[in-house]
């Protein structure tokens, strides 16, 4: 009986240490490397609030959130995370309090655990010497990518489970062999091939569970790489039609895509269901800022003129539950002579990225002087609130100045080797049909689609805008963070009177 209650123990103690040996390289495996980050400038009640959210690359994972206070009256902040829409949105787990930093005390930091694929919203909840006050943050939550297994780790796990597997194997058949025998007695003929029988039984068992576990592993990390795969950029099919008619659809081969979103599943964001722009390359010397129309499964848009070249497309789009999409493209086009822009299409030019110096100042053709306020040499990974004044010839603050399609300004960031592409605003990079969905008849969470809402119902809690008056000012912030080394080209569009202007700046993040 005792040993048989060894046999027992025996054999639970190597499943627990096959199952551990598993588990650790499944983690090594999900290992987190980083990711872009999620940045937001707006307004909890009455406290101004810098957001940046460093969503992880890999789901389940840590975020972490950084926020940042204006004002020193800010006496704690907690956050917790929730779906954006849909079932279960208007419900969050209990927060998790934020750690005010010991040197600044505007600074708060906090994790939160992502659990699931898709469109979330971060609750950043504010209390101060003016009361309590909420804010949310959407948050595309998705696998970015998978990391392989150390060659190293994968031998030693491997040797170690093995090593393992053979102690369980001897031990069960040594007490197989020796169970039955008096103290003292010799083992006999009977009793060693009563041993090998249970050696051999045992083998088989320990090898099932090693085939079961490696293909389960594999099924998993399978299933994990088509998920990273399908948040990849879709692809784009860019066709010249005539003269200067550009046909722009989603990539027939991009099945998985199509069926899960497609562009039947969009929504308008600023107004358009697609934010297209033309970038030419490699000088990044010429950008075009469009928003073709939804015609028989296809967008259309008839080109203004534009100058010959080879030109990479990006194509905004957010899907009906928030969930914001940069599918990718190219196409060499002809010098063309095209038709006037519509009132929201803009476009503008700038020197070769590669001969450009590093640049904080711009002068339009009219005398505009539009300046980039930064502080210091932009740097990767940190977050940091780009300034930006207009003025007219004489040094004057400008005036006149509007709202871009509901913003005090637009910027699309590229880098040169085209790794990088971001349209943000003065909101930061969340897309305004994600915050109108938060905001919805002024509830966070509720989930009323963008299409029912006109931009008049748009957040209003943006920096440096009356949207009573629609009055503009002309020096007006952005909140980014450049992702990593290297040269960018930040082109920024914003309106004067009827005419919307583009001005350029060149950095060299270090």
């Not at 406290?47 to 950084?66: C, M, N, S």
């Not at 990479?312 to 006037?340: C, E, H, M």
């Not at 805008?465 to 040269?487: C, H, L, N, T, W």
């Amino acid at each position: 009986m005792n040993s048989l209650r060894g046999i027992r123990r025996t054999t639970i103690r190597c499943g627990v240490f096959v199952a551990l040996a598993i588990l650790f390289l499944e983690c090594a495996a999900w290992a987190h490397v980083g990711s872009p980050d999620v940045f937001y400038e707006g307004d909890a009640g009455p406290y101004h609030l810098f957001v940046t959210v460093a969503v992880p690359q890999v789901i389940p994972g840590v975020a972490q959130i950084d926020i940042r206070t204006r004002d020193n009256d800010v006496k704690s902040i907690s956050t917790s995370v929730a779906r954006l829409s849909g079932a279960g949105s208007q419900y969050a787990p209990v927060p998790d309090a934020a750690k005010q930093s010991p040197l600044d005390p505007r600074q708060f930091t906090s994790s939160l655990w992502l659990m699931e694929f898709g469109s979330l919203r971060v609750i950043v909840k504010v209390d101060g010497a003016r009361g309590p006050a909420e804010l949310s943050v959407p948050v595309p939550s998705f696998a970015q990518r998978t990391l392989p297994m150390p060659r190293w780790l994968g031998a030693l796990l491997l040797a170690l489970a093995i090593g393992l597997a053979i102690g369980a194997v001897s031990i069960v058949g040594a007490a197989a062999r020796d169970s039955l025998l008096t103290p003292g007695a010799e083992v006999g003929p009977e009793a060693r091939r009563r041993g090998r029988r249970a050696m051999a039984f045992t083998a088989v068992i320990v090898g099932l569970i090693f085939w079961g576990a490696f293909e389960w592993w594999s099924i998993d990390a399978s299933r994990y790489a088509a998920i990273a795969s399908f948040f990849k950029p879709p692809k784009l099919e860019v066709t010249l039609v005539g003269t200067n008619q550009l046909e722009v659809r989603p990539s027939p081969r991009d099945t998985d895509w199509n069926r899960a979103v497609g562009i039947k599943e969009l929504i308008p964001d600023h107004g358009h269901l697609m934010h297209l722009f033309l970038v030419r390359t490699p000088g990044l010397d010429r950008i075009w800022h469009l928003h073709p129309k939804l015609t028989d499964g296809k967008f259309v848009e008839y080109l203004p003129s534009l100058d010959a070249g080879h030109y990479q497309v990006f194509a905004d789009v957010v899907s009906k539950n928030g969930f914001p999409w940069t599918l990718v493209g190219s196409i060499d086009l002809p010098r063309i002579t095209g038709n006037k822009m519509n009132p929201d299409d803009a476009g503008g030019s700038a020197e070769p990225v590669s001969t450009a110096s590093d640049s904080t100042t711009d002068l339009l053709a009219d005398g505009t002087r539009v300046k980039w306020k930064r502080g210091g040499e932009p740097r990767a990974n940190s977050p940091t609130i780009f300034q930006f004044s207009v003025q007219d010839p004489d040094g004057k603050p400008a005036s006149h100045l509007g709202l871009y399609m509901g913003m005090l300004a637009h910027a699309e960031i590229v880098k040169d080797d085209l790794s990088v592409f971001a349209h943000v605003h003065p909101s930061g990079s969340v897309p305004m049909a994600s915050l109108m969905m938060v905001n919805a008849n002024g509830a966070p969470g509720l989930s009323a689609q963008p299409t029912e809402m006109p931009m008049k119902d748009m957040p209003t809690n943006m920096p440096g805008m009356d949207m009573s008056a629609a009055q503009v000012s002309p020096e007006f912030s952005i909140p980014y963070g450049f992702p990593k080394p290297g040269r960018y080209r930040i082109f920024l569009q914003f309106k004067r009177g009827e005419q919307i202007e583009t001005a350029s700046f060149t950095a060299d993040v270090k």
